[in-house]
C-alpha cells in the first residue's frame, strides 16, 4: 500500500525501475525539505498536500527525465505554497534546479483581467521557460497530468476550464514534444469531464469487447510470428488499443459509428533496421487482404514531432480490420518518449543532439511570431492553431516536403518556404492546375508558388485573414510594419474611427486624444502614431478592446447621462434595482422568475423580509394589481442605469443526443468568457437530451446573444430562459 511513510521508497522503486544514474542522496533531500514545507497543507480532496509532488514526481521519473528534473518536481509548489525560497532552492541544490523550479512556479502567478488574458500570459510564460529549459514543460506535463487524475475534487466549472486548456494546449504540447502516453492520457482525461456520457458510451464498447478483442490480438500476434521465423531477428509485437479520445474525435468530427473505426485494434511490430520495417511491411501484405488507401509512410516523411512509422489497415480473414504499426527500435524510443529519449537514452540514440535541437526549433518559432502581437485572443488562437495535432504534407517541385497545420492555404507553404518567397508571391499552382490564395492544401499536393520580379511588389493585407500559421501571419505583419509605415498610420485611424462610430462611441476631442494617449501607453507604443501604426500593420485588433472603452466611458460621470439618472439611482440594491420611494431597504430578486436587467420588473413588500422583485409578467403577478389581494403591497421598481453587477440566468437547452453535444455546449459558453455556474445532462426516450446550465450575464439582451450562439450550434433544437 502507498503511504507517504514510505513515499521515499516508491521513488527509489520507480527509480530502480527506469534504470539509469540517479544522484539518490540529492532527491532523498529533496523529498525530505519538501514534506517538511508541506507539513499540515491538504488537497481539496482532504488528502495531504505532499502526495502531489511526489506523484509529480514519480511521473517524471516514469518518462525518463533526469535527477535536477526530479529534484524540481518535488520543489515545484514548496517555492510558491510555502516559506522556502527560491535562494534556498539555488543555495542547496545548484543553479538549474532553481530555474526549473522558477520555471514551472511562474506558469502560475500570472495576475490579469479576464480568463483568455490570463491564459494567454501562461502560455508566454510557458514557451520562455521552454526555450530555455525544456525540461520546464515536460515538469509541467507531470504537474497536470496529476492534477487531470485528481481533478474530481474541483468544481464543475473548474473541471471545464482545466479539461479544457488541457485538451486545447497541453495534450498538443505533448504531442509536439513526442510524448505519446501523457498526451492519449491527458485527452482521455479532459474529454471524460467536457463530455461525461460519450466517454462512458465509448468506455462501455471497449470493456464490452475485451474477452474477444484480447483473444483476437494474440492470435493475430502468433500468426505473425510464426510467419516471419527466423527472418527477422529482434523482432517484438505489442497489442495496442486505440485511445478513448482517438475514438472520440473519428465518431464525433467523422461521424462514425463505433463499428466503422478501423483502427480501434492495433498492433505495433518493433525491428532492428528501416529495412526489416519494409520487409515485415510486405510480409504483412501477403498475410492480410490491405485496406485501399489505409497506408502512411511516416518514415520517408516524418510527422512534425519527429514521428517515424509505417502504418497500414488489414482485414483478417474473419472480417476485422485492424491497424499495424511497423518501426526500429529507436524510431519506438522516440515514438513512447518523445523529447524525454534525450535523456533517457541520450547515449544510445544516434544523432539524438541534432534531433532534439529540430525538435525545439517549434518553440522559437512561436515565440518569434508573437513579437508584434498583443492581442490576447489572437494569441491564444494562433499558439491553438500551431500546437494542433494534425498536419497536412505539401511537396515542391524538387521534390521537398513542408509540413503544415491542417487548414494551411498555399500562401502558409510559400512563406514555409522563405518570408522572401511569400513577400513576391503572385498565384499558386497545385498538380499544375491555378488555384486562388486561400486554396487548403491537401496531403500529397505538388504545389508550385509563382513569384513576380517587381522589388516594390508585397503582400496584401487581406492574407492575414487567409493563413493558418502564426509564421506567414508574422512575416506578412514584420513586411507591413516595415515597408508601410505610412499607410499603416492611416489604415489605423481609420479603423478606430470607425470602429468607435459601429460601436456608437462619441467623445469629445480632449477625450479623444487622451485615450488614444492612455492606449498607446498601455500597448508599449512611444506615441499615437505607432499605436497607429501597430492597428494598421494587424499587431493589434482594435475592435477587440472597443468593449473596454464603452465601460470606461459609461462610468464617466458625463453631463448627458447623469441627466438620466434620477435622485433615486444613489438608493439602488446590490442588485441594480431601485424600488421607487423605498430607501435603504432590503431587496432581492424573486426565485420564481429569475428577473434580469432589461426586464420588466415590479416590487412587492414582504413582512419582515424586505421587497421580492418579479418579473411583470411573472404568474405570480396579477395582471391587474388592482384585483389583487394586498393591491397596496405591489410597488414600481425598475433597474438602475449605473449597475455593473452579473446575474445569473438559468438555460434549457433541448438537444439531439449525438456525442460531443456537451462538450460544444460547454466550450460555447466559456469562448463567450461568462461564468457557468452549474451545468447537468440529461436523457429523454425520444432520442434528444435536455441540458440544463446557469450562467452570469449583464442582462436580457447579453441572455439574448448568449442564446442566439447557442442555438447555432449543430444539433441544438431549441434553448429556453428557466428558473433557477
Not at 604 to 624: A, Y
Amino acid at each position: 500500500m502507498q503511504t507517504l511513510d514510505n513515499g521515499m521508497e516508491i521513488l527509489l522503486n520507480a527509480m530502480k525501475k527506469q534504470g539509469g544514474n540517479y544522484d539518490t542522496a540529492a532527491i532523498e533531500r529533496a523529498y525530505n525539505i519538501s514534506r517538511a514545507a508541506h507539513e499540515g497543507q491538504l488537497r481539496l480532496s482532504g488528502e495531504e498536500y505532499f502526495w502531489h509532488p511526489l506523484k509529480v514526481a514519480e511521473i517524471v521519473i516514469s518518462l525518463g527525465m533526469d535527477s535536477e528534473s526530479v529534484e524540481a518536481a518535488l520543489l515545484h509548489d514548496a517555492v510558491e505554497d510555502t516559506p522556502i525560497t527560491s535562494e534556498d532552492v539555488r543555495r542547496q541544490f545548484g543553479e538549474n534546479v532553481a530555474l526549473l523550479v522558477d520555471g514551472v512556479t511562474k506558469l502560475g502567478k500570472i495576475d490579469t483581467a479576464t480568463r483568455e488574458e490570463q491564459q494567454a500570459e501562461n502560455i508566454r510564460k510557458m514557451l520562455i521557460a521552454m526555450a530555455a529549459d525544456i525540461r520546464v514543460i515536460i515538469i509541467k506535463l507531470a504537474d497536470r497530468l496529476h492534477n487531470m487524475r485528481t481533478l474530481s475534487a474541483q468544481s464543475t466549472r473548474k473541471q471545464l476550464e482545466k479539461s479544457l486548456e488541457t485538451i486545447e494546449i497541453y495534450a498538443p504540447i505533448a504531442h509536439r514534444l513526442g510524448i505519446r502516453a501523457v498526451k492519449e492520457e491527458l485527452e482521455d482525461l479532459a474529454i471524460s469531464y467536457l463530455d461525461p456520457i460519450a466517454y462512458a458510451e465509448i468506455e462501455e464498447q471497449l470493456e464490452k469487447n475485451r474477452e474477444y478483442r484480447d483473444t483476437f490480438i494474440e492470435s493475430i500476434k502468433s500468426r505473425i510470428k510464426e510467419r516471419m521465423g527466423d527472418s527477422v531477428p529482434n523482432l517484438s509485437i505489442e497489442g495496442r488499443i486505440k485511445s478513448i479520445h482517438g475514438i472520440y474525435r473519428k465518431m464525433y468530427m467523422q461521424n462514425k459509428q463505433f463499428e466503422e473505426i478501423y483502427d480501434v485494434y492495433a498492433l505495433r511490430v518493433i525491428v532492428n533496421t528501416v529495412t526489416d520495417c519494409y520487409n515485415v511491411l510486405g510480409l504483412v501484405h501477403e498475410m492480410f487482404r490491405p485496406i485501399p488507401g489505409r497506408f502512411k509512410d511516416y518514415i520517408s516523411t516524418p510527422k512534425s514531432n519527429l514521428y517515424q512509422s509505417l502504418h497500414t489497415t488489414v482485414i483478417s480473414r474473419e472480417g476485422l480490420p485492424f491497424e499495424v504499426q511497423i518501426r526500429t527500435w529507436d524510431m519506438h524510443h522516440t515514438a513512447e518518449y518523445g523529447i524525454a529519449a534525450h535523456w533517457k537514452y541520450k547515449s544510445g540514440i544516434s544523432g539524438s543532439d541534432e534531433r532534439f535541437e529540430e525538435r525545439l526549433a517549434w518553440i522559437r518559432q512561436l515565440l518569434e511570431s508573437q513579437n508584434d502581437v498583443e492581442d490576447v485572443g489572437e494569441i491564444v488562437q494562433t499558439i491553438k492553431t500551431d500546437l494542433a495535432p494534425e498536419d497536412v504534407f505539401g511537396v515542391t517541385p524538387k521534390g521537398d516536403v513542408i509540413s503544415l497545420p491542417v487548414g494551411s492555404t498555399v500562401i502558409d507553404f510559400a512563406y514555409a518556404i522563405h518570408s522572401a518567397v511569400g513577400n513576391r508571391m503572385v498565384g499558386a499552382k497545385v498538380d499544375g492546375r491555378i488555384v486562388p490564395l486561400d486554396y487548403q492544401i491537401a496531403t500529397g499536393d505538388v504545389i508550385e508558388v509563382i513569384t513576380t520580379s517587381q522589388a516594390d511588389r508585397g503582400p496584401s493585407r487581406d492574407w492575414l485573414k487567409m493563413v493558418k500559421t502564426s509564421e506567414a501571419r508574422s512575416k506578412i505583419r514584420a513586411w507591413f510594419k516595415k515597408e508601410r509605415r505610412p499607410e499603416n498610420i492611416e489604415t489605423g485611424k481609420e479603423e478606430v474611427e470607425r470602429a468607435l462610430r459601429q460601436a456608437n462611441i462619441r467623445i469629445s476631442e480632449e477625450d479623444y486624444e487622451n485615450l488614444i494617449k492612455d492606449l498607446a501607453e498601455r500597448y508599449q507604443c512611444s506615441t499615437a502614431d505607432d499605436f497607429y501604426a501597430k492597428i494598421g500593420y494587424g499587431g493589434l485588433i482594435f475592435s477587440n478592446i472597443v468593449p473596454s472603452i464603452k465601460d470606461r466611458f459609461r462610468q464617466k460621470p458625463q453631463k448627458d447621462i447623469a441627466s438620466m439618472v434620477s435622485d433615486d439611482e444613489e438608493s439602488a440594491s446590490p442588485d441594480g434595482v431601485v424600488v421607487e420611494g423605498i430607501d435603504n431597504c432590503l431587496v432581492k430578486l424573486s426565485r420564481c422568475c429569475s428577473p434580469l436587467p432589461g426586464d420588466s420588473i415590479i416590487g412587492f413588500i414582504t413582512r419582515g423580509h424586505g421587497v421580492s422583485v418579479h418579473k411583470r409578467d411573472c404568474t405570480n403577478v396579477p395582471k391587474d394589481l388592482s384585483l389583487a389581494d394586498e393591491p397596496g403591497r405591489w410597488i414600481p421598481a425598475h433597474w438602475s442605469v449605473t449597475r455593473s453587477k452579473s446575474f445569473c440566468a438559468a438555460l434549457q437547452v433541448h438537444a439531439i443526443d449525438r456525442d460531443g453535444i456537451l462538450v460544444d455546449v460547454s466550450t460555447a459558453v466559456l469562448n463567450m468568457r461568462i461564468k457557468m455556474t452549474a451545468v447537468s445532462a440529461r436523457q429523454l426516450k425520444d432520442g434528444n437530451c435536455v441540458i440544463d446550465l446557469t450562467v452570469c450575464v449583464e442582462g436580457v439582451e447579453h441572455l439574448k446573444s448568449v442564446i442566439s450562439k447557442l442555438s447555432a450550434i449543430n444539433g441544438v433544437l431549441s434553448v429556453e430562459r428557466s428558473v433557477i
